[in-house]
């Protein structure tokens, strides 16, 4: 049999360079298409020369045809609140445009197709853990609308050509993760924790820090998409790390894991910042026996080489 073959949208970014990594691990031969608009051509420098990787630069907002594939990884998105909130009509029009050129794909070539939603589907939960059948609590109109209403779109989307077209589609709904090539100054919590503590900045901590997320190492994200990918469950799943933790205790596990003496500065809380996140993993661990293994400390400990790094290149670039 030749080799299958993978289209990753977006997989320039965090999430799609590492999800090229595993693919490629276990014999797919992987193409992206990605725009660059917040993906990094360097997260996927690595793959230069592997045979079975392609890299086409082009924005899925207009039709696109790449050639028979098996598999479309539809993960094209801004999804840091600081990059969707610059480039809010661009995420509106890949999460809705996107995914029609993305599902037109798989439903041409008969691939099966997974797309990359997201907790901000629950929006600031009233349900807490949160579980696939909570239907959320979405401010349509406010700033974070053009990422959450995207992404519900995409959903929608997805289970109409899985209803009306057959396409074979999942859902993965992501919570925060963190890990290796996440962007230095994508905004999100870590990166700017990391990059304040090692350069012992202040740790700049939003409203009080009582605020709660749930971190998961990239691995194991990854780990869940395979097995959600090889499943034939077509609803929602949540794929995060269930153990909780304040952004106050996050800023402190940062402090540890880099020996940094930076202090904590307060700042004023955005619009619509969700007050607490925790995914119910109940059906990932039925249905695809997956099971985070990496906890917030050793994963911030795993990340530090990268950041390290990272804030180095930025600093010699700034020079
Ligand atoms: N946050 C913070 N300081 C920062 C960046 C983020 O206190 O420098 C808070 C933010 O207000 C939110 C949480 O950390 O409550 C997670 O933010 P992030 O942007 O990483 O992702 P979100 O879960 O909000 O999409």
Redesign the pocket.
Known sequence: MSQPRALVTGGAGFLGSHLCDALLAEGWSVVVVDNLLTGRRSNLDHLRNAAAFEFVEKDICEPFDVGKVDYVFHFASPA???DYTIHGIATLKVGSLGTFHALDVARKYGAKYLVSST??CYGDPLEHPQKETYWGNVNSIGP?SVYDEAKRFTEAVTMAYHRYYKVDTRIVRIF?TYGPLMQLND????P??MK?ALRGED?????D?K?T?SFCYVSDEIDGFMRLAKSSEHLPVNIGNPNEFT?LE??QLVLKVTGSKSKIRY?P??QD??KQ?RPDITKARQLLGWEPRIDLETGLLMSLDYFRKAVAEETTAAK
């Not at 905004?187 to 870590?190: A, E, L, M, S, W």
């Open positions: 840091s609140p600081v907790s901000e974070r925060n905004g999100r919590v870590v700017n924790f304040q740790l700049t901590v939003y409203g820090g605020q997320r952004i996050c800023a700042e809380l955005p910042d969700p996140r």
